[in-house]
């Protein structure tokens, strides 16, 4: 069982960029992997970025590669992902996620707000 709490979501206007954290609870953090998605305004969740539970590999969409950064502290529990850049697309509840063995990612936070202006 894991629990996750985003922060840092807000209001930044376009070209500037903001950091998010998702801190996690759980003696197991570090072996998940460990995953960021959006929810814009009437459209579907989507992925944004993924990373492996030693921090060595990650994957980006392509909406967002090159701008986003995701990174994780594994002594603090923490996963980050540092927007540059910012678009007024990218307005949208942010989510983390931890991936279990099985394939799926299980465990959601709440959700933190970004919204980007023009």
């Known amino acids: 069982q894991v629990q996750l709490v985003e922060s840092g979501g807000g209001l930044v206007q376009a070209g500037g960029s903001l950091r998010l954290s998702c801190a996690a609870s759980?003696?197991?953090?570090?072996?998940?992997?460990m995953g960021w998605f959006r929810q814009a305004p009437g459209k579907e969740r989507e992925f944004v970025a993924h990373?492996?539970?030693?921090?060595?590999?990650?994957y980006y969409a392509d909406s967002v590669k090159g701008r986003f950064t995701i990174s994780r502290d594994n002594a603090k529990n923490t996963v980050y992902l540092q927007m540059n850049s910012l678009k007024p697309e990218d307005t949208a509840v942010y989510y983390c996620?931890?991936?279990?063995?099985?394939?799926?990612?299980?465990?959601w936070g709440q959700g933190t707000q970004v919204t980007v202006s023009s």
């Open positions: 996620a931890a991936k279990v063995p099985t394939g799926e990612y299980k465990y």
């Open positions: 759980g003696r197991t953090f570090s072996s998940y992997f």
């Open positions: 990373i492996s539970s030693s921090g060595g590999i990650s």
